[in-house]
């Protein structure tokens, strides 16, 4: 369990409020029923065997899925009280408010300083001195300036994994967002990478709510405050929230058979 | 791999399973040893001592190897954790049977009215019962059972009390130090079943997942 002197409190606020959320690619239903509420500065786990839709409910979020066609979301998903499928609701500032990490680390073919700078020169930000405050600041967050702030000019694809995976980290942190969605960010790099960004994970939830999808499980009960698990009963079938709790009380005492199955390893 | 894991587990659990019979046997023993001034007996239990010590450090030396290479959860986690704790109160069991034993070797060749003997005996009596239970409900998973040892230590605690009342009783020419190690004895054996409330309470836990209101000995009688 991620280590903390205090843990997040039961009334402390939630960020992201889902209700009875159902998922469909076309005629394949993916998830059924979700409704989970997201608290505010806590890391979030979703678990779960492969395939059984947590990556899809995490591309919800930031409505990720809008991308593939035929793709459709009924129910509730809300950021902040404000129901993030409505009509009027821009996808990109969405996606500037929550922004994601992915399994592979993916900068931009450019310089370590334009992955950073990327962002707030699109929102408008041109000034040297501004540009050069928010890469530095960013990089800091990420725990990467110190490794890089001689070669910021160098290309972000000769930095290794790991560094490429926290330049992204970066990347999005340069935009402020509230909310950042991690889709197994450490499952293509090496363990000190990996030990870099979940101490990275435990740092940055002081200011941002963190999701992430992962498919290790020592991994979710190290770094995150709650955990959620997934599961798909019968293949063909959607997928639904088995058990939703404290990681602490996940890990030692679940309440739901399925969830305590699978997290010994009994299956999946 | 995680075949090998559970079958680490069984394992494990029958150990602890049969610590705890060692020490009921020696328990036993050990009062048998008081009762009839069996001198013989009562070395038997004080040797046998270093034995449960070895085993169960082995326990705890395998729990802590378990732990650091297959990252158990939930009622895996809850087992290892709960085994060494039982097993550890176990042990301190079997060193109160070896103190019983140890005042056997003291009161041997002496003896004192018959009363206290039987009081001892039948406290005795009721302590391998409560032993007996702890093994069960830890080798079945019994909750009911592993709840039902707070009531069963109760009648212990009632004889240890009424030994004291008979002792008062004891005429001026009585052996004092005879008098004191029954005391003990009779002290150690309500210990003893203490220690297999506590570790009802774990056996409860380890099923349920929820940790219920620890037992603490109404008062210090001593």
Redesign the interface.
């Known amino acids: 369990m991620a280590l903390r002197t205090t843990p997040i409190a039961d009334n402390a606020p939630n960020k992201i409020t889902v209700k009875e959320l159902d998922f469909f690619y076309g005629d394949f239903h993916a998830l059924t029923d979700i409704t989970v509420d997201i608290k505010e500065k806590a890391v979030t786990a979703f678990i779960g065997p492969s395939g059984c839709g947590k990556s899809t409910f995490l591309r919800c979020f930031n409505r990720m899925n809008d991308l593939i066609p035929s793709a459709r979301a009924e129910g509730l998903v809300s950021l902040d009280g404000q129901d993030i499928y409505e009509t009027g609701v821009d996808p990109v500032d969405l996606r500037r408010r929550i922004g994601m990490i992915f399994q592979q680390p993916n900068p931009f073919p450019m310089s370590i300083y334009d992955n950073v700078a990327f962002g707030p020169r699109l929102q408008g930000v041109s000034k040297k001195a501004a540009l050069d405050e928010v890469v530095q600041t960013s990089l800091e967050r990420a725990n990467l300036w110190k490794e890089v702030k001689d070669i910021l000019g160098r290309g972000g694809l000769t930095l290794s994994g790991g560094q490429q995976q926290r330049l992204c980290i970066a990347r999005v942190l340069a935009v402020e967002p509230e909310v950042m969605l991690m889709d197994e960010p450490c499952s293509a790099i090496d363990p000190t990478s990996v030990q870099k960004i979940e101490d990275l994970m435990a740092e940055l939830k002081d200011r941002i709510t963190i999701i992430i999808v992962t498919h290790n ?2 991994q979710a ?1 190290r770094v995150s405050d709650f955990t959620a698990f997934f599961l798909q009963e019968v293949a063909g079938d959607p997928a639904i929230l088995v058990e939703y709790d404290r990681t602490s009380n996940l ?4 309440k739901d058979r399925r ?2 199955d699978y ?4 299956f999946g | 791999m ?1 075949e090998a ?1 559970r079958q680490e587990l069984k394992d494990l659990k029958a150990e602890v399973v049969s610590i705890g019979k060692g020490v009921t046997d020696r328990t036993r023993d050990a009062v048998t040893s008081l009762v009839t001034g069996d001198v013989d007996l009562a070395e038997k239990v004080v040797a046998g001592d270093e034995e449960i010590d070895r085993r169960t450090l082995a326990v705890e030396e395998h729990s802590i190897e378990v732990i650091a290479t297959q ?8 087992l290892l954790h709960s085994l060494t704790y039982i097993a550890l109160h176990y042990e301190r069991m079997a060193d109160l049977a070896v103190n019983i034993a140890r005042a056997a070797k003291r009161t041997a060749g002496r003896r004192g009215p018959q009363t206290l003997y039987d009081l001892i005996q039948a406290q005795g009596n009721l302590v391998y019962r409560v032993l007996d239970a702890t093994c069960e409900a830890l080798e079945t998973r019994d909750v009911e059972l592993a709840r039902k040892l707070q009531d069963l230590d109760e009648p212990i605690d009632h004889l240890y009390k009424q030994f004291f009342r008979e002792l008062a009783r004891l005429q001026d020419e009585e052996d004092i130090e005879w008098a004191s190690s029954m005391v003990l004895a009779s002290r150690y054996l309500e210990r003893i079943a203490d220690n297999a409330v506590d570790i009802g309470e774990r056996i409860a836990y380890l099923v ?3 940790f219920e209101a620890l037992h603490s000995p109404d008062e210090e009688t001593s």
């Open positions: 499980m020592q009960a890990f030692t005492s679940p969830t305590e997290i010994t390893g009994r | 995680r894991f990252f158990p959860v939930a009622r895996d986690l809850r349920t997942g929820e």
